[in-house]
């Protein structure tokens, strides 16, 4: 093994992993689907492989930061790779449900490797440094393996145990927390336009920092093309409220709260909104419509 650890995936949130490893002086090699993303590193410091094995094989532990697990899984189709994580262990961070978790550590154990799953609740720039945050959950014997470059990730670096779903879990809670805000708050803005009440108004009430005022303002302003800091698009949202509806149903829990999110992003979609910004989804809802 020539590397401390591999990074596979190099997309925005891939490459502050890796820069954030080379920054803290360990020897990482990398690797992507395509390769060009890699150059910075390279530049960085860090060691570029030709394949996925080989990446996999020079270093004890590998990092995984793809867009979703089923690109992971494709990629492990390949015999060469299933032989190379034997021995390993691998840390896998993106977005997942826990079946998919659950689904990963039962996959990469009967190959042979330890298994830590993970979610990244920060941005890019936000890694590497003490705001960053990631939550894991594994085996505590891959955890002690992996666990000083984990911390070097994020200042806010939490494990939560051996039961591999707890990080999918604590990612969909998280979320449905979000997203009530996201469409509470929509309500709320449509009650102020019902009453004759600027949603400038309702802006001003808030929270310093809340995660509705971008929201609010945009509503406001009408600038529904716009999307705002840190939000995100009416079809973007569409996926994020369809998994916390679908492990409602999986779960066998109450799904009443995701359904109605689902509708009213449905009539926005059908509306021909899902380029917009999330807040568009008023739209369809004001009276008139």
């Given at each position: 093994?020539?590397?401390?650890?591999?990074?596979?995936?190099?997309?925005?949130?891939?490459?502050?992993?890796?820069?954030?490893?080379?920054?803290?002086?360990?020897?990482?090699?990398?690797?992507?689907?395509?390769?060009?993303?890699?150059?910075?590193?390279?530049?960085?410091?860090?060691?570029?492989?030709?394949?996925?094995?080989?990446?996999?094989?020079?270093?004890?532990?590998?990092?995984?930061?793809?867009?979703?697990?089923?690109?992971?899984?494709?990629l492990c189709t390949d015999?060469?790779?299933?032989?190379?994580?034997?021995?390993?262990?691998?840390?896998?961070?993106?977005?997942?449900?826990?079946?998919?978790?659950?689904?990963?550590?039962?996959?990469?154990?009967?190959?042979?490797?330890?298994?830590?799953?993970?979610?990244?609740?920060?941005?890019?720039?936000?890694?590497g440094t003490p705001t960053?945050?990631?939550?894991?959950?594994?085996?505590?014997?891959?955890?002690?393996?992996?666990?000083?470059?984990?911390?070097?990730?994020?200042?806010?670096?939490?494990?939560?145990?051996?039961?591999?779903?707890?990080?999918?879990?604590?990612?969909?809670?998280?979320?449905?927390?979000?997203?009530?805000?996201?469409?509470?708050?929509?309500?709320?803005?449509?009650?102020?336009?019902?009453?004759?009440?600027?949603?400038?108004?309702?802006?001003?009430?808030?929270?310093?920092?809340?995660?509705?005022?971008?929201?609010?303002?945009t509503i406001h302003a009408?600038?529904?093309?716009?999307?705002?800091?840190?939000?995100?698009?009416?079809?973007?949202?569409?996926?994020?409220?369809?998994?916390?509806?679908?492990?409602?149903?999986?779960?066998?829990?109450?799904?009443?709260?995701?359904?109605?999110?689902?509708?009213?992003?449905?009539?926005?979609?059908?509306?021909?909104?899902?380029?917009?910004?999330?807040?568009?989804?008023?739209?369809?809802?004001?009276?008139?419509?």
């Amino acid at each position: 093994m020539t590397s401390d650890i591999t990074a596979v995936g190099l997309g925005a949130m891939g490459s502050a992993l890796a820069s954030a490893l080379l920054t803290a002086g360990r020897k990482v090699t990398v690797w992507n689907r395509t390769m060009e993303k890699a150059q910075p590193l390279i530049s960085q410091g860090a060691t570029p492989a030709a394949t996925l094995p080989e990446a996999i094989a020079a270093s004890p532990r590998t990092v995984v930061c793809l867009m979703n697990y089923s690109i992971t899984n494709n990629l492990c189709t390949d015999t060469q790779v299933q032989k190379a994580v034997s021995g390993r262990n691998i840390i896998q961070l993106g977005t997942s449900t826990p079946n998919e978790s659950e689904d990963s550590q039962k996959q990469f154990n009967s190959w042979g490797a330890g298994y830590i799953d993970g979610t990244i609740m920060c941005w890019p720039g936000n890694i590497g440094t003490p705001t960053g945050r990631i939550v894991v959950a594994g085996s505590e014997t891959a955890f002690a393996d992996c666990e000083q470059d984990l911390r070097i990730l994020a200042g806010d670096m939490r494990y939560v145990g051996s039961n591999i779903r707890a990080a999918a879990t604590l990612e969909l809670a998280f979320l449905s927390r979000l997203l009530g805000i996201i469409f509470g708050s929509i309500h709320g803005a449509l009650a102020c336009e019902a009453e004759g009440v600027p949603v400038s108004e309702f802006t001003s009430i808030l929270p310093p920092g809340d995660r509705a005022i971008p929201l609010t303002e945009t509503i406001h302003a009408g600038s529904f093309d716009q999307i705002s800091k840190g939000g995100a698009s009416v079809d973007v949202a569409a996926e994020a409220v369809t998994g916390l509806y679908d492990h409602a149903v999986s779960a066998g829990i109450n799904n009443e709260l995701p359904s109605l999110m689902r509708e009213w992003i449905k009539r926005a979609q059908a509306a021909g909104y899902g380029k917009q910004e999330t807040s568009a989804v008023i739209k369809p809802l004001r009276r008139g419509n």
